[in-house]
C-alpha cells in the first residue's frame, strides 16, 4: 500500500498489538532515510485551496452574509462540500494534521469503534494506514492520535486506545508492527477516553478515571491524570516528580489536549458528572479550577488554541466553541458558538480537532455515534480556526 503525505511517500505495514507494561524497542523506522518536513506551527506559505466554504453546507443553512446559493446534499459517500477532504467513514474521534504542502492538506484520521487509522486527503479516498485492536465499549477504542515530537526524524505516530484488559498508548511508523509504549492504564465501564499531544521533546496524554474519582486523586493511580512521558513511555525529563509520570491530577473524561504556538499554554477538556470544563493545565498538583465551565455539557471534545481564542468541538451540541483568551492568558468571556448550521454550516457532531497552520485545522465527525448521519458520514473536514465576521469556515 502506498501513503502519501504531500509530496513525501510514507508505507506502513501494520499487525496487532504485542507485549504488555512500558516497552523498550528499537526507535529506527525500518532503516529509512526521512527528508525534514516543515513544522506545523509555521505560519508561511500559501493558505489551503481547497476548503473554500462559502457559509453553505449539506447538513446546514447558509450562515450571514454567505451567498444564497447551496452546496448539493451529499450522494452516497460523494460529498460536494469543498470543506470535506474524507467521507463514509465511522466515529472519527481523532484526527492529526501531517506536515506538508497547506496548500493540499492532509491528515490522519482515527475511527474510535473500528481502531482503523486512515490517511486522508483532498480529493483522493482514504487508505488504511494500520487497525489497531481495541474494545469500544463504553466511550472505549481508539480515542487520541498524535505526531512523534520528532516526527520529521523518526516518522512516529502514537495513538490512545482500550484494549480488552486496559487503557494504552501504542505507536507505529512505517516497516513496524504497533507497539505498546505504555499499558496498565485503569480501565472502567466508564471513563476511558483519553487524548494524547506532542508538547517540546515528550508527549502529554490525558487520561479517563475509569469510573472512579478516586482514582483521579490517587497519586499513585495513571486514572484521571494529565501525563508526561518520554516516546519510550519513560517519565518525561523536567517532571513535577522525576520518578513520576504526573504532571497533573484531577480529570474524569478528558476529550481533548491543545496548546499555545509558543507552548506557553496547555488546556485539557473534559466532562465532568455534571458539567463540561476546560483546565488550564499547570504542571505540579491537581488540574484546579475550571477556565470555563459548561452546565449544559455540550460534549467537549477536540480543541486548538488559536492565540486569540480556544476552538473546542462540541460532539453533542454539534458546533463549534470559541473561548476569547485575555492578555492574561486566561479566558476572558461567552463561547462564540459557530458551524451550528445559524452562524456557519455545520457537520453534525464534531470529536476530534487539530491544526494544520495558524488558520485552519482539521476536524472528525462523530455523527455515528448517536448522532444524525447523512449518506457521506462520518467525514474529515477542514475548519477555520479565527472564523470571519460573517460567520462560519472560510476564506477571507
Not at 14 to 26: K, T
Not at 78 to 84: E, I, M, N, Q, S
Not at 322 to 348: F, N, Q
Not at 375 to 395: E, L
Request: charged share 15%; net charge neutral; with cysteine.
Amino acid at each position: 500500500m502506498r501513503v502519501r503525505m504531500g509530496r513525501v511517500p510514507w508505507l506502513i505495514v501494520v499487525c496487532g498489538l504485542v507485549l504488555s507494561g512500558c516497552a523498550r524497542f528499537d526507535d529506527r523506522a525500518g532503516g529509512q532515510t526521512y527528508v525534514p518536513q516543515p513544522q506545523l506551527s509555521a505560519p508561511a506559505g500559501p493558505q489551503p485551496e481547497l476548503p473554500e466554504i462559502d457559509g453553505n453546507s449539506a447538513t446546514g443553512a447558509p450562515g450571514p452574509g454567505a451567498p444564497r446559493s447551496s452546496v448539493p446534499p451529499p450522494q452516497g459517500c460523494t460529498d460536494f462540500d469543498k470543506a470535506v477532504i474524507a467521507t463514509c467513514l465511522d466515529t472519527v474521534t481523532a484526527v492529526a494534521a501531517l506536515p506538508g504542502d497547506p496548500a493540499s492538506p492532509n491528515a490522519l484520521a482515527g475511527e474510535r469503534k473500528t481502531g482503523r487509522v486512515l490517511w486522508v486527503a483532498p480529493g483522493g479516498k482514504a487508505d488504511e494506514v494500520v487497525k489497531v485492536p481495541v474494545d469500544p465499549a463504553g466511550d472505549g477504542g481508539l480515542t487520541g492520535l498524535a505526531l512523534s515530537p520528532s516526527y520529521a526524524e523518526d516518522q512516529l505516530v502514537f495513538a490512545y486506545v482500550t484494549t480488552a484488559t486496559d487503557n494504552r498508548v501504542v505507536r507505529f511508523t512505517k516497516g513496524q508492527q504497533p507497539k505498546p509504549v505504555l499499558t496498565g492504564i485503569p480501565k472502567g465501564s466508564t471513563g476511558n477516553r483519553g487524548a494524547i499531544m506532542p508538547l517540546g521533546r515528550a508527549l502529554l496524554v490525558a487520561t479517563g478515571d475509569a469510573g472512579n474519582p478516586a482514582a483521579a486523586a490517587d497519586p499513585n493511580s495513571l486514572a484521571g491524570k494529565v501525563l508526561r512521558i518520554d516516546t519510550s513511555g519513560n517519565p518525561a525529563p523536567g517532571n513535577p516528580i522525576a520518578s513520576s509520570r504526573v504532571y497533573a491530577a484531577g480529570l474524569h473524561s478528558p476529550g481533548g489536549l491543545c496548546r499555545s504556538t509558543d507552548s506557553s499554554r496547555v488546556w485539557v477538556t473534559d466532562r465532568l458528572a455534571t458539567s463540561d470544563v476546560l483546565f488550564r493545565v499547570q504542571g505540579g498538583g491537581s488540574v484546579g479550577n475550571p477556565v470555563w465551565t459548561w452546565p449544559d455539557r455540550p460534549g467537549v471534545a477536540g480543541c486548538v488554541d488559536g492565540d486569540q481564542s480556544v476552538l473546542v468541538a462540541a460532539s453533542v451540541a454539534g458546533n463549534l466553541q470559541s473561548l476569547p483568551i485575555s492578555a492574561d492568558g486566561s479566558v476572558g468571556g461567552t463561547p462564540k458558538i459557530t458551524m451550528d448550521g445559524k452562524t456557519g454550516p455545520s457537520y453534525g457532531r464534531l470529536a476530534g480537532l487539530n491544526p494544520i497552520d495558524s488558520r485552519y485545522a482539521v476536524a472528525g465527525t462523530v455523527n455515528r455515534d448517536g448522532g444524525r448521519p447523512v449518506s457521506s458520514d462520518d467525514r474529515v473536514v477542514i475548519v477555520q480556526i479565527q472564523p470571519s465576521a460573517a460567520g462560519g469556515a472560510g476564506k477571507d
